[in-house]
C-alpha cells in the first residue's frame, strides 16, 4: 500500500507534521509563541460569509470554535503532509540533492514567515510579535525537517522480514502518536470544557436575579483569550479631541463611577438560550471620560479597540446622550474576571454584547464611520436586543407530577423593558397571563412564574413577552444571524399521575 514513493512521504510528512504542530502548542506555553491556528482565525473569519458564520453559530454554539480550530490544525498537519509527499518524489528523481529535508522545511517556513504572517498583522517574519518570532519558527521546522528523513527512511522498501517490518514502520507511527498524544494533553480538556461544561452549564432552575460570576456566559472570537497585567495596563483616548489622556487602571478606578444592574446577552444566543446573564457592573460613564477630552463637537464617532485586535464603534451622539454607556471594570464588586474582560471593557446596555469590547485598550473620537469585527461579517450594525422570553423550569423533556406546578423563567427587552408575559400549555392556541417581578433596573431582566395544574398527558408549552410599549415579540423564527433569533421558545414536558 505505501509502495510509491509520495504514499510514503505523506505518512512521513503527516508524522513530522503532527510533532512540529505538538511542538508548536509547547512553545506557546514556554515561550507565548502564537500558534497558527490561532493566528489564522481572523483572515479565516473575514472569508466566511456571515450567512455562513451565522448557520455554523446556530447550530454549533460553543463547538464552532472547536470545530475551527481543530480545522486549522487538520489542515497544517494535511499541508505538512504534503510537503512530505513532495519530498519523497525529489528524492526518488533527485537522491543527490544534498539536505533535501531541510531545504523543503526552509520553503515552508517561508510560507509562514512571509505569506502567513503578514496576513494575520503580525507582520513580514512576524517580526511585530519580536525578533524571536522568526527564529522560533525556524527551530519548529527544523524540528520537522529532523524527523522527516528517518520517518521515511522507516517507511523506505527493504529486504526485511515482517518482523523488522513492523518494527521499523514504528517509527512514524511513534513520531505522530507522540505528536498526538501531547495535542490532546493540551487542547483535550480545553474543547472539553468549552463544549461540555461552559460557565452558563452549571446553571439549574430558575434564574436568579443576579447571575453567579462563575455562570456568568463568557462569548469571544478568540480560541485563547488575551491576559492583560494591570501593571502597565493604559487606556488611550484620543482622536478628535481638544486633550488626548492615557489612563492607567488607578486612575480609571479613581474616577467617579456608576454601578448598573446589566443584563448582557450574545447576538448569538438562540431562542432559550443560555448566552444571557445579569450582574452588576461599575465604571466610568464614556460620556464623562469624552468630556474630560474635550470630544471635538464636529466628531460622529466613537471607536474602541481591544487587547484581541477587536473593534467596535458608536454614534457619538449616542454615547453622549446615554449615561449608562459605561467603561466597566468591576463585576459584582470585584475587578472583572479576565474572561470578562480585565482590566476593563465597553457595557452598553439594551444592545448585545458584540457591542462591548473586553480588554479594552483604545477608545478614538472620529469623525468618520467605521465598522466593527462582526459588522465587517454582515452582523447588525445597530444590534439592539429583540424581546425574548425563556424557559428556565421545566426543562425541555421534564416529566411532571400531575398537580400545581411553578413554571419560571426570564424575559428581556434590551432598554425597552417588559410589560407582559404570557404562556401557553396548548402549543400556543390558548394564552394565559404569567406575573413579573419588578426588574433590578431597566437594563435588566424579569424574572416571571406561571402557577399552572396539568394533569396526566403530554403538553407543548410556548411563552412570550410585551416590551414596555406594548409591542409583542415576534413569533416569526429566525437564526441568530444578521439581529438576533427570533421566535417563541418551546418546550415539550410529561405529565404522569
Known amino acids: 500500500m505505501l509502495s510509491r514513493p509520495w504514499r510514503q512521504g505523506v505518512v512521513a510528512g503527516g508524522a513530522a507534521g503532527l510533532a512540529l504542530v505538538a511542538a508548536m502548542y509547547v512553545l506557546t506555553l514556554l515561550t507565548g509563541l502564537r500558534p497558527l491556528p490561532q493566528l489564522l482565525q481572523g483572515p479565516v473569519l473575514d472569508l466566511m460569509s456571515g450567512h455562513l458564520f451565522g448557520f455554523l453559530i446556530d447550530t454549533l454554539q460553543h463547538a464552532g470554535k472547536v470545530v475551527e480550530e481543530a480545522g486549522l490544525i487538520f489542515t497544517m498537519v494535511a499541508a505538512l503532509a504534503g510537503l512530505g509527499a513532495l519530498y519523497a518524489v525529489l528524492r526518488n528523481r533527485r537522491p543527490r540533492i544534498p539536505y533535501l529535508a531541510m531545504l523543503l522545511a526552509a520553503a515552508g517556513w517561508a510560507v509562514v514567515t512571509v505569506v502567513l504572517l503578514p496576513l494575520t498583522g503580525d507582520g513580514l517574519l512576524g517580526l511585530n510579535e519580536g525578533l524571536a518570532t522568526p527564529i522560533q519558527w525556524g527551530i519548529l521546522f527544523a524540528v520537522y525537517a529532523v524527523l522527516l528523513e528517518p520517518s521515511m527512511e522507516a517507511l523506505a522498501p527493504r529486504q526485511l522480514d515482517l518482523r523488522r517490518r513492523s518494527f521499523v514502520l514504528r517509527t512514524p507511527l511513534l513520531v505522530g502518536g507522540l505528536g498526538l498524544a501531547v495535542l490532546a494533553v493540551r487542547l483535550l480538556p480545553g474543547w472539553y470544557n468549552a463544549i461540555l461544561r461552559p460557565p452558563e452549564a452549571g446553571a439549574s432552575g430558575p434564574s436568579p436575579e443576579i447571575t453567579p460570576v462563575g455562570n456568568f456566559y463568557v462569548v469571544s472570537k478568540n480560541f485563547t483569550d488575551p491576559t492583560v497585567a494591570a501593571k502597565g495596563w493604559v487606556l488611550n483616548i484620543h482622536g478628535e479631541v481638544s ?133 465587517n461579517q454582515g452582523w447588525d450594525k445597530q444590534a439592539l436586543v429583540r424581546t425574548t422570553a425563556r424557559f428556565d423550569s421545566p426543562r425541555d423533556g421534564f416529566l411532571l407530577k400531575a398537580g400545581l406546578t411553578e413554571v419560571a423563567g426570564v424575559a428581556f427587552s434590551g432598554s425597552r423593558g417588559i410589560s407582559a408575559i404570557e404562556i401557553s400549555t396548548d402549543g400556543g392556541r390558548q394564552w394565559s397571563p404569567g406575573n413579573l417581578k419588578a426588574p433590578l433596573s431597566s437594563f435588566a431582566w424579569v424574572l416571571w412564574t406561571y402557577a399552572w395544574t396539568p394533569g396526566a398527558g403530554q403538553y407543548t408549552l410556548k411563552v412570550r413577552a410585551r416590551d414596555s410599549g406594548g409591542q409583542l415579540q415576534t413569533a416569526n423564527e429566525s437564526g441568530s444571524f444578521p439581529s438576533g433569533a427570533t421566535g417563541y421558545h418551546t418546550i415539550r414536558v410529561s405529565v404522569s399521575r
Not at 489612563?247 to 448598573?260: G, K, M
Not at 446589566?262 to 450582574?279: A, P, R
Not at 482590566?343 to 466593527?372: Q, T
Open 243 to 375: 486633550t488626548p489622556s492615557r489612563l492607567t487602571l488607578d486612575q480609571l478606578r479613581a474616577l467617579p463611577s456608576t454601578t448598573e444592574a446589566v443584563t448582557l446577552e450574545c447576538i448569538s444566543n438562540n431562542v432559550g438560550g443560555e448566552l444571557m446573564s445579569t450582574g452588576r457592573f461599575a465604571g466610568v460613564p464614556l460620556r464623562e471620560l469624552l468630556t474630560m477630552a474635550g470630544a471635538s463637537p464636529t466628531a460622529t464617532t466613537v471607536g474602541f479597540r481591544a487587547r484581541d485586535g477587536y473593534t467596535e464603534s458608536l454614534p457619538l451622539t449616542l454615547v453622549m446622550g446615554a449615561p449608562e454607556i459605561l467603561v466597566a471594570h468591576t463585576l459584582d464588586g470585584a475587578p472583572l474576571p479576565v474572561s470578562h474582560g480585565f482590566p476593563a471593557r465597553m457595557l452598553i446596555p439594551g444592545h448585545y454584547g458584540m457591542k462591548g469590547p473586553k480588554w479594552l485598550e483604545d477608545i478614538e473620537v472620529a469623525n468618520s464611520d467605521r465598522n466593527g469585527f462582526w459588522e
